[in-house]
């Protein structure tokens, strides 16, 4: 079960340890999600993923939770998940794209020795958010954040400086592998909120 990593580029935003649990049940049923939709239509693929919620919960158990408190995150977390799974936005991060991977893991180097780093969604689609075509690479990280009562666009612009400097990291591994001249879109996907908050790098 994905935990923080020791060699962080940047300053992690860390909350409590159930906050890190359901964070991390979550990116496990997108990263699943996101398998399963490279051979499966959407509905067949969230019936899929219904099935791993015992898994996803027995990963929560190993880290010394209560089977019930494990139980309710893994509900929480697979419920999020199907949420993002019919958001428009949601469908096209997590459909098939040129180069798309899941939790994929590069090494570069960014202002120090060689690092490695492990990325939620990269792909290749057009500039904006939902468009068609290949020239843009998108580096998506999921984030389950989540703030009531807050205008959307203030919370983003108050959540992004935590963030940013985390896929501004992958994008200067990323142009390190594919050239400086790279074109590179940055993404902030909320799957509590249904939300995304991109910009171009």
């Given at each position: ?118 990325v939620d969604r990269v792909f ?78």
């Open positions: 079960f994905p935990g923080p990593s020791p060699s962080a580029l940047y300053s992690r935003h860390e909350g409590g340890l159930l906050s890190r649990l359901l964070g991390s049940a979550v990116h496990a049923f997108l990263e699943e999600l996101a398998r399963l939709r490279m051979n499966t239509e959407w509905q067949a693929a969230r019936e899929t993923l219904a099935h791993f919620e015992p898994r996803i919960a027995a990963q929560i158990r190993s880290t010394g939770l209560d089977p019930a408190q494990a139980a309710r995150i893994a509900a929480e977390a697979l419920r999020y998940v199907l949420n993002a799974s019919r958001d428009p936005v949601g469908q096209w991060i997590l459909s098939p794209h040129a180069d798309a991977a899941s939790e994929t893991s590069w090494a570069g180097i960014v202002d120090a020795p060689l690092r490695t780093v492990r290749r689609a057009g500039p904006t958010p939902v468009s068609e075509g290949e020239d843009c690479w998108w580096i998506i990280d999921y984030k389950t954040s989540h703030i009531d009562g807050t205008d959307p666009a203030t919370m983003l612009s108050k959540l992004r400086p935590l963030f940013a400097p985390q896929i501004e990291a992958y994008a200067t591994i990323l142009r390190n592998l594919h050239g400086d001249g790279t074109p590179i879109c940055a993404g902030l996907y909320y799957p509590r909120m249904l939300l995304l908050d991109w910009w171009e790098i």
